[in-house]
């Protein structure tokens, strides 16, 4: 694997990012496009996107928003069907950790699906939710790490 991890700054990084988005998330799991895309898909000093490129195309994407005073919200991570199982969604989320540590934040949360949870608690993520509950006719837990 051949990662490059890419911090979008311009309208077709975006693109790209949404692109992967709406192929996981509204084709392949049936999430509403209006419950998808929301404020924070913009660029913007409150939100910080980020491509995964392997040889030039991208395959996975995530952002990162502040949730609240030093902890950062890992959001809308996604992974093609075709790279799923290659280390990828690994690479992706310790580059936005990374990222947030850089930010000065200390922690990070994300409600996961419940189905990736053994992949988040391998990252050292841990459930903080007392049951799952339901986003977008989902089940997730909320989970979070000291970075």
Avoid: W
Wanted: negative net charge; charged residues 30%.
């Amino acid at each position: 694997m051949a990662a490059e991890i890419v911090c979008v700054t311009t309208e077709e990084q975006l693109q790209k990012g949404l692109d992967i988005r709406t192929k996981v998330f509204v084709e392949e799991q049936k999430v509403p496009a209006e419950e998808e895309i929301d404020e924070y898909d913009v660029i913007s000093g409150n939100v910080h996107h980020v491509l995964l490129m392997d040889e030039g195309v991208p395959v996975a994407t995530g952002r990162m928003i502040y949730y609240k005073a030093d902890t950062a919200k890992m959001q809308r991570i996604a992974i093609l069907k075709e790279y799923r199982s290659k280390g990828y969604g690994r690479v992706l989320l310790l580059a936005l950790e990374e990222m947030a540590r850089e930010l000065g934040l200390k922690s990070a949360i994300l409600d996961g699906q419940c189905q990736a949870e053994p992949f988040y608690t391998k990252l050292g993520y841990e459930v903080i939710s007392t049951e799952p509950f339901y986003d977008a006719g989902i089940l997730h837990v909320r989970m979070q790490k000291a970075l």
